[in-house]
């Protein structure tokens, strides 16, 4: 009777230790996260002309928008992908871009919470298209090859539905060829903070 007593103790006291070793079922194995955030940034750009040297260039504030969908390969782990639409306005001239890449994100919480903190990295892949609002025709578009960190928190307000905030951090390359025939590279790194909405669609057991 004392050892069924002892083992009955053991296990109610293990109960709460075993709770926080739980994943939460929203970032379980299986589940699914669609998401999508509205940013603002400032980008710092340096420009080199055919190699003859670096300058600095204008400093450019932008905004988009960046819906993503992740599978969760392992508990706290997804994988899937990132789009993003962005708008850049700076002086004269004014910029539109989609990027789309891999994306990665690893979320870091336990037992019964609703705060689901994470971090996360993408590659982006797109095109930009620039307008020049004092020559008559657009200038034309290049591709842009970057990559992008984030970390920030997702607050449940019910199992499957809830509000993100997150800061990040982007490095972008781009190249064009000027009006004179000359390639301008342009490197762009940029920092921000992103605020949206996730929905979390838990496997069916």
Same mark, same amino acid.
């Given at each position: 009777?004392?050892r069924?007593?002892?083992?009955?103790?053991?296990?109610?006291?293990?109960s709460?230790?075993?709770?926080?070793?739980?994943?939460?079922p929203?970032?379980?194995?299986g589940?699914?996260?669609?998401?999508?955030?509205?940013?603002?940034?400032?980008?710092?750009?340096?420009?080199?002309?055919?190699?003859?040297?670096?300058?600095?260039?204008?400093? !450019?504030?932008? %905004?988009?928008?960046n819906?993503?969908?992740?599978?969760?390969?392992?508990?706290?782990?997804? *994988?899937? /992908? $990132? @789009?993003?639409?962005?708008?850049?306005?700076?002086?004269?001239?004014?910029?539109?871009?989609?990027?789309?890449g891999?994306?990665?994100?690893?979320?870091?919480?336990?037992?019964?919470?609703?705060?689901?903190?994470?971090?996360?990295?993408?590659?982006?892949?797109?095109?930009?298209?620039?307008?020049?609002?004092?020559?008559?025709?657009?200038?034309?578009?290049?591709? !842009?090859?970057? %990559?992008?960190?984030?970390?920030?928190?997702?607050?449940?307000?019910?199992?499957?539905?809830? *509000?993100? /905030? $997150? @800061?990040?951090?982007?490095?972008?390359?781009?190249?064009?060829?000027?009006?004179?025939?000359?390639?301008?590279?342009?490197?762009?790194?940029?920092?921000?903070?992103r605020?949206?909405?996730?929905?979390?669609?838990?496997?069916?057991?």
């Open positions: 009777m004392r069924h007593q002892l083992l009955a103790l053991l296990l109610v006291s293990a709460p230790a075993l709770a926080q070793r739980v994943v939460p929203a970032i379980d194995r589940s699914l996260v669609i998401g999508g955030g509205a940013s603002i940034s400032r980008t710092s750009n340096s420009i080199s002309t055919d190699g003859q040297g670096e300058v600095d260039g204008v400093d !450019v504030t932008a %905004v988009s928008i819906p993503s969908l992740l599978y969760f390969v392992r508990p706290g782990l997804a *994988i899937g /992908g $990132e @789009a993003g639409f962005g708008y850049s306005d700076f002086g004269e001239s004014s910029s539109t871009s989609f990027t789309v891999p994306a990665l994100r690893a979320y870091f919480a336990r037992g019964e919470t609703r705060t689901l903190p994470y971090v996360g990295v993408s590659l982006q892949l797109g095109r930009v298209s620039f307008d020049d609002e004092a020559d008559v025709d657009d200038s034309p578009g290049v591709t !842009v090859f970057g %990559v992008e960190g984030t970390a920030g928190i997702t607050w449940l307000l019910s199992r499957q539905v809830g *509000i993100l /905030g $997150e @800061a990040f951090v982007n490095r972008r390359q781009q190249s064009a060829e000027n009006a004179l025939g000359r390639d301008v590279d342009q490197t762009a790194t940029g920092f921000g903070v605020f949206g909405v996730a929905a979390f669609l838990p496997r069916v057991r």
